[in-house]
């Protein structure tokens, strides 16, 4: 497809149980971000990688909460032992470059139960 | 004002009306800004953006200004329709190259 996708686009899971979510970004571009956003909250950044450079981990709330991406293709957001304030909208974007639009996918709803 | 809880600035006005959505953003040396419009049960979807070489930039019935003397940004619509409705973002990037997003605001036509 022309743009971003995630899947699944609704996960519930029970509490400490480890979940995986995907994001396939626009084909070409380099820049990778995903963000948390809260029931009518803003977005929170998560993680960002850019090409081959080492991702910027910095927005990770937890060490539950981790990221991969391979080259510059499909990347996953792993949460373990998942807890109730887990429950969000998960959302994946990428760019063509650093410092250019990003195009944001329809997100995954997390529910924690 | 700023508002608390879940409850998000929101901004009412009659269909054909102009809109003007206000952002104030934090750090100094961002360099690039971006407008967001969210709709309910989906993902931001870009609408405009301004690097910090420039004040105003327009697009089709928007228009973005840039005061970076008082990092202050503004996304005005023309025109509003009722399928403006939806909850607009401003992002900015800085040095870190990762798009910093403000609370948002609740806009909301009424026909």
């Known amino acids: 497809g022309a743009g971003v996708s995630q899947s699944p686009s609704n996960k519930v899971t029970e509490k400490g149980k480890d979940v995986e979510l995907r994001c396939d970004p626009i084909?070409?571009?380099?820049?990778l971000y995903w963000y948390r956003q809260r029931l009518g909250q803003g977005l929170e950044f998560l993680i960002y990688f850019q090409g081959n450079s080492a991702p910027d981990k910095s927005g990770l709330p937890s060490d539950r909460f981790s990221a991969e991406r391979t080259g510059e293709s499909v990347s996953t957001l792993t949460i373990q032992r998942t807890q109730q304030e887990d429950s969000a909208v998960y959302l994946c974007?990428?760019?063509?470059?650093?410092?250019?639009?990003?195009?944001f996918g329809q997100g995954t709803r997390l529910t924690v139960v | 004002g700023e508002s608390v809880g879940l409850h998000l600035p929101t901004l009412s006005v009659q269909e054909g009306d102009n809109s003007i959505i206000n952002c104030a953003y934090s750090n100094s040396a961002s360099d690039y800004f971006i407008w967001y419009k969210q709709e309910s049960g989906k993902g931001p979807q870009f609408i405009i953006d301004?690097?910090?070489?420039?004040d105003k930039r327009q697009g089709q019935r928007v228009t973005v200004l840039l005061n970076k003397t008082v990092k202050h940004l503004s996304l005005q619509i023309a025109a509003t329709q009722p399928g403006d409705s939806a909850v607009y973002f401003c992002?900015?990037?800085?040095?870190?190259?990762?798009?910093?997003f403000g609370r948002g605001t609740s806009l909301i036509v009424h026909p």
């Open positions: 974007a990428s760019s063509f470059r650093r410092s250019t639009e990003a195009f």
């Open positions: 084909s070409g571009h380099t820049a």
């Open positions: 992002a900015e990037t800085g040095g870190s190259y990762i798009p910093t």
């Open positions: 301004i690097r910090s070489n420039m």
